[in-house]
Each structure stands twice: as structure tokens, then as C-alpha cells.
């Protein structure tokens, strides 16, 4: 079965950088979109990130553009999200999650009410100084 295993969250200080991992099994990887969500409290869920099956194209949610990127490994089965110039408010439960085709729209339809086709269980970051 679809697994999605998240890592490398933790407490980072303002301004800082905390790189997160998803380690993706039990599907063709390179057959999907994949994206990265989190939950901020009082605030719900939030998509932040996806990028294409093959890598070729990335989307970023307004909030994060300029210091998030994501990236993948097919050969691996790995999914990146590299985070920069973190702010307390993106304190959160941040989850690797696999879309339902290789190239969704990510348009704001799409991301306003996403729903990923499986999820991980998540990996705290939190950002405090």
C-alpha cells in the first residue's frame, strides 16, 4: 500500500533553514505530482508546495515563494522540501501527500481545497526563538 514517511522537521529560530524529506513507497513515484501541506493552528490546512511527476515544473503557495523549494529524486523515491528564512508563524504539522495525476493544474481551485490522494503522518517544525 501507498506509504509516505516524513523527516527532518524540528525547532529552527527565526530566519533559519530546516530541510524535510518524504521517503514515498507502495506506488509507481515517478507516475505523480507529489506535494507538501501543512496545519497551522487556528488556521487548518494549508497547501504549500507541489511539483510535476517528473520534476519539470514547481508551484509554490504565495506565502512561501522565494524561500521554499521542493524537489524530488525519482531514482530514490524521495521528496524535498527545503525551507528558508522560516517565520513563527509557519510553525505547523507539515505533510508530504501524492497528488492524483503527474501534472495537476495547481491552480487556486485545486490548492484552496486540497486533497491529496495519501498522506504521511506528518512532521513537526517548529519555528521559535
Avoid at 533559519?16 to 515517478?30: E, N, P, W
Avoid at 521528496?79 to 495537476?104: F, G, H, V, W
Wanted: aromatic share 12%.
Amino acid at each position: 500500500q501507498v506509504q509516505l514517511v516524513e523527516s527532518g522537521g524540528g525547532l529552527a529560530q527565526p530566519g533559519g533553514s530546516l530541510r524535510l524529506s518524504c521517503a514515498a513507497s507502495g506506488f509507481t513515484f515517478s507516475s505523480y505530482a507529489m506535494s507538501w501541506a501543512r496545519h497551522v493552528p487556528g488556521k487548518g490546512l494549508e497547501w504549500v508546495s507541489g511539483i510535476y511527476s517528473d520534476g519539470t515544473d514547481t508551484y509554490y503557495a504565495e506565502s512561501v515563494k522565494g524561500r521554499f523549494t521542493i524537489s524530488r529524486d525519482n531514482a530514490k523515491n524521495t521528496l524535498i522540501l527545503q525551507m528558508n528564512s522560516l517565520k513563527p508563524e509557519e510553525t505547523a504539522l507539515y505533510y508530504c501527500a501524492k497528488d492524483r495525476a503527474a501534472r495537476p493544474a495547481y491552480d487556486d481551485d485545486y490548492v484552496g481545497e486540497y486533497v491529496g490522494d495519501a498522506w504521511g503522518q506528518g512532521t513537526q517544525v517548529t519555528v521559535s526563538s
